[in-house]
């Protein structure tokens, strides 16, 4: 006997993807609204993101100096210019700016996960040091929110949900490294937690092609919607004129 459903979703689901009941691909932005919106960044700081942090110096360090190089320049070339205009549309059209950083506050990195705890002692990276500051190129202003990480998504040991919810905010913008690493599992985390997500492609980094297309291929397929900064961007000063 076969109990196999006829179709993958009952015809009348069809439409609902990313948390969003009101989905259609020709009109992927019906439901967006700025002021219920954030942009979270995700480890775009020193010691995981600059060429002499902590982080890329290990890999480098390990002989993968091709993945440093490669990253290296996908951020100099394309993350940070596309993401500082995605930025600043952003803050103009009243969209929350979140920095997510992965930093330890306990001496002995006692908040962090087992898993993370001698690499970030390596590195030391502790709140209030050079690497725990977000990336001189991007910067915060006033009005950024900065939430403190103990593991690898921006939920895991976060009060990432409780701001967003004390905020109404709806739907996330996702930009930051590694694409792959945490920027996948804030995504998976914030899918199940019921937001309406969306992967800036150009404004994300892993350590190579292969892992960047593959990220963005599996996040499209219900997670978090794969965009573009330019897709962002228009919509967005769209939103704003109005």
């Known amino acids: 006997m076969n109990d196999a459903p ?16 009101d989905y259609a691909p020709e009109a992927r932005w019906r439901t967006f609204d700025p002021k219920r919106a954030a942009l979270v960044l995700v480890d775009l ?9 902590a982080s890329l110096m290990a890999v480098r360090e390990s002989g993968a100096e091709e993945k440093v ?20 549309a952003a803050r103009k059209a009243g969209v929350q700016v979140i920095h997510s950083r992965l930093v330890s506050r306990h001496p002995d990195y006692a908040d962090i996960v087992p898993g993370f705890r001698p690499y ?13 500051q977000v990336l001189p190129q991007l910067g915060e202003e006033p009005g950024d929110i900065s939430v403190i990480k103990t593991g690898s998504g921006a939920f895991g040991g976060s ?8 905020m109404n905010i709806r739907t ?11 920027v996948m599992l804030s995504a998976t985390a914030g899918f199940d937690l019921g937001y309406r997500q969306y992967l800036i492609s150009d404004c994300t980094a ?6 960047q297309a593959d990220t963005e291929r599996l996040l499209n397929n219900y997670i978090a919607e794969v965009v573009t900064a330019d897709d962002v961007l228009s919509v967005l000063r769209m939103r704003e004129s109005i």
Do not use: H
């Open 159 to 166: 009060e990432l949900d409780f701001v967003l919810r004390r």
């Open 206 to 211: 892993a350590l190579s092609d292969e892992d």
């Open 45 to 53: 700081i020193n010691w995981q993101a600059d060429p002499q942090g």
């Open 6 to 21: 006829e179709r993958t979703l009952p015809s009348d689901q069809m439409q609902c993807w990313y948390n969003d009941t």
């Open 120 to 132: 970030m002692r390596a590195a030391g990276a502790m709140e209030g040091s050079w690497g725990a």
């Open 69 to 88: 190089d490669y990253i290296t320049r996908r951020c100099a070339d394309l993350l940070i210019p596309k993401l500082k205009q995605v930025m600043s």
């Open 172 to 182: 996330i913008l996702y930009a930051g490294v590694l694409t792959n690493a945490c």
